[in-house]
């Protein structure tokens, strides 16, 4: 097989029905991947090739949820997680602690109750991949981001180094680290992306090929690492 080919990989993908997710579902369907896709609501799987995917409901906040949802799976040979909140709020606004608690819910125990169902059933079967999405806002503390989603995301990126010598030798967990990103989570909010040195924001794609790179064959000794994608905004 080809290592970039995902022919005969069933992947899990949470947040699908979102920019990054939606984009990361299609684009691994196109390499021979079958796909189970979950968001808040069952998530559309539009533009997704082939046969065999499914869709349905999940909120990754819910420990029991996501347990239920990975055993109900049968074998799976990755984990990409896109599911994520990211009001623009900072903590003078009224109601901000309810959402910050909901936000941490969310972005960090939702990650930690996908690695922590995935990673001993991957490494029962001896192979198999995680990827997680981190941010910008984790390593400078964003663009625009507000203090708990920066937060969350640095906790992210310290997952990914914290289960990355727990899933050796045989299963590998790894994120990236988006800059601004053209997707549903920031349209409304204004980017001056002309002071950019790309002069514009990502697209979905361009972070989702990278999250299919990273559970790919061709990603089989990448371990532990953010991969960076902020098009020169920021070097780590
Ligand atoms: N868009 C950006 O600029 C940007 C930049 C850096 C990182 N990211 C990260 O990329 C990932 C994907 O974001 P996106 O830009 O595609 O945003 P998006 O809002 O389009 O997608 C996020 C998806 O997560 C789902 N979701 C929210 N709460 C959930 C829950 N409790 N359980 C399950 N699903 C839930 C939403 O319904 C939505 O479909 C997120 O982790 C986000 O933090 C985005």
Do not use: E, K
């Given at each position: 097989m080809h290592a970039f080919s995902l022919d005969g990989q069933h992947i899990a993908i949470t947040g699908a029905g979102g920019g990054i997710g939606s984009a990361a579902a299609r684009i691994a369907s196109e390499l021979g991947a079958r796909i189970s896709a979950t968001d808040l609501r069952a998530?559309?799987?539009?533009?997704v090739q082939g046969a065999g995917h499914q869709a349905s409901a999940l909120d990754v906040a819910d420990q029991n949820a996501v347990e239920e949802w990975l055993s109900g799976?049968?074998?799976?040979d990755a984990l990409i997680d896109c599911a994520a909140i990211c009001p623009?709020?900072?903590?003078?606004?009224?109601g901000w602690n309810q959402e910050a608690e909901r936000l941490f819910q969310v972005n960090m125990l939702g990650p930690m109750n996908l690695v922590r169902a995935a990673m001993p059933r991957l490494k029962a079967r001896g192979k198999g991949s995680i990827a997680l999405v981190g941010s910008i806002a984790g390593r400078i503390g964003?663009?625009?981001?507000?203090p708990h989603y920066a937060m969350s995301k640095g906790g992210i990126h310290a997952l990914v180094r914290w289960a990355s010598t727990r899933m050796a030798p045989s299963c590998t967990i790894n994120a990236v680290a988006p800059g601004?990103?053209?997707t549903p989570m920031t349209r409304g909010e204004s980017y001056d992306?002309?002071?950019?040195p790309m002069q514009r924001m990502a697209t979905a794609d361009e972070i989702a090929g990278p999250l299919v790179f990273l559970v790919s064959?061709?990603?089989?000794?990448?371990?532990g690492a953010v991969l960076d994608i902020n098009g020169a905004l920021h070097f780590s």
């Open positions: 998530p559309a799987l539009d533009g799976l049968g074998d799976f623009f709020t900072d903590w003078d606004n009224q964003g663009v625009r981001a507000a601004p990103v053209d992306a002309s002071g950019f064959p061709a990603a089989s000794y990448i371990n």
